[in-house]
């Protein structure tokens, strides 16, 4: 039971990186259609969240035998 948690956790953990990805891409995408006050933080949070994404996505290239 705990080595299946374990397993499916590790693949969850895997997915965080493109999930973020995503929602900075859809939250910038959503904020593009709201009022201009909103607009701010919907784009510095989505901005952030791409950027996060792709770190994470790009450090888990290097310890999972990426180059």
Known sequence: ???QINKLLGGLAA???TVLFL???ILLCVTAY???GVMVGGFTTGILLVI???V???SNEKTVGGK
Do not use: A, E, F, N
């Open 1 to 3: 039971m705990v080595r």
């Open 15 to 17: 997915y965080t990186p």
């Open 23 to 25: 929602c900075g891409i």
């Open 34 to 36: 709201v009022c201009l």
């Open 52 to 54: 996060v994404g792709l």
């Open 56 to 58: 994470m996505d790009k």
